[in-house]
């Protein structure tokens, strides 16, 4: 089983950046494509983005393209979100899983990271 750490999350302005991580624990972390989850009040969870095992693969929620971007270092077992240009609609928790495709994979999930976005 892979344990799931975000750390990275903070109170930000419009247009502002955030670099968000994911720290995984097990040996098998880099077998495993990753996504990142996010989760505003009120609404369903939201696939952000994805990076597979190799780090080579990502793809991007239509809302974040060309403002977020995601990359991996399998030697430190930990996944980054790189936030740009944030908006208050980014505003959510943000969590890591396994992921095939825009689906998460385990059937649990850490403790997330809160991202504000102030206007």
């Known amino acids: 089983q892979v344990q799931l750490a975000e750390s990275g999350g903070g109170l930000v302005q419009a247009g502002g950046s955030l670099r968000l991580s994911c720290a995984g624990s097990g040996r098998t972390f880099s077998n495993y494509n990753m996504g990142w989850f996010r989760q505003a009040p009120g609404k369903e969870r939201e696939f952000v983005a994805f990076v597979s095992e190799s780090g080579v693969v990502t793809y991007y929620a239509d809302s974040v393209k060309g403002r977020f971007t995601t990359a991996r270092d399998n030697a430190k077992n930990t996944v980054y979100l790189q936030m740009n240009s944030l908006k208050p609609e980014d505003s959510a928790i943000y969590y890591c899983?396994?992921?095939?495709?825009?689906?998460?994979?385990?059937?649990?999930w850490g403790q997330g990271t809160q991202v504000t976005v102030s206007s």
């Open positions: 899983n396994g992921a095939r495709g825009k689906a998460e994979i385990f059937d649990y």
